[in-house]
């Protein structure tokens, strides 16, 4: 049992380059999550789905896209790399069955943009 | 909207002395709280969660959080620390499905 995968591990950009981060469960969890990680900052939402099709913006969600056609992937699309988006990316997902369903986290992307 | 506060960005401890990690919240609900770690390079891990069921709520790896109401407080701790213990910690409350986490706390264990 994989669990939640990310793809790539660590990537740098150039400023005003595109990527995407790739990001895929086996548990068969509705909901899917995307946080970057900034030192001393916390983990903070970029975007969240709550099943296939549904989509919807966290608290930092500008100069990123996100798509969910399949309840296994949620990929995480940057399509013009700022220096600002130099951050650790974590995926995450959960069954969400009640409030207290705890998320499963992927292993993070370490992202550079200069 | 809610929220968590942890108290002290750093916390460095001896090997076999207690290990305290604060966290306040602040909801206008009861709170669905919970305590993650983080190793090196990896992701977050579930140390223990609060579910109302009880306010002293044990975890892995010999951790434990105490839910205080009156004090909007949900502490976590270890009586005896051990070198593995060194991570980072995420204090995190639930709202809507999703989490929001504070600012983390690292913790160094000292031989």
């Known amino acids: 049992n994989a669990g939640v995968t990310q793809t790539p591990k660590f990537r740098i950009l150039k400023i005003g380059q595109s990527m995407t981060l790739q990001c895929t469960q086996d548990?068969?969890?509705?909901?899917m999550y995307w946080y970057r990680q900034d030192p001393g900052m916390g983990l903070k939402l970029i975007y969240y789905?709550?099943?296939?099709?549904?989509?919807d913006k966290g608290e930092v969600p500008n100069g990123y896209n996100v798509s969910r056609s399949t309840t296994e992937d949620f990929p995480l699309r940057l399509e013009l790399a700022a220096p600002s988006q130099t951050s650790v990316y974590f995926c995450?997902?959960?069954?969400?069955?009640?409030?207290?369903?705890?998320?499963?986290f992927g292993n993070g992307t370490r992202l550079t943009v200069t | 909207a809610q929220s968590v506060t942890q108290l002290g960005s750093h916390v460095s401890v001896s090997e076999g002395a207690l290990v305290l990690l604060r966290c306040n919240y602040s909801?206008?609900?009861?709170?669905?709280l919970f305590w993650y770690v983080q190793y090196p390079n990896q992701g977050l891990q579930l140390l223990l969660k609060?579910?109302?069921?009880?306010?002293l709520v044990k975890g892995i790896n010999g951790f434990e959080a105490e839910f205080k109401k009156s004090e909007t407080s949900f502490h976590l701790t270890k009586p005896s620390a051990h070198m593995s213990d060194a991570a980072e910690y995420f204090c995190?409350?639930?709202?809507?499905?999703?989490?929001?986490f504070g600012a983390g706390t690292t913790v160094t264990v000292r031989a």
């Open positions: 995450a997902s959960s069954l969400g069955e009640t409030l207290n369903s705890p998320l499963h």
């Open positions: 548990m068969n969890h509705n909901y």
């Open positions: 789905s709550v099943g296939a099709g549904i989509t």
């Open positions: 909801s206008s609900v009861p709170p669905y």
């Open positions: 609060y579910t109302s069921a009880a306010t």
């Open positions: 995190a409350v639930s709202y809507d499905y999703k989490l929001s």
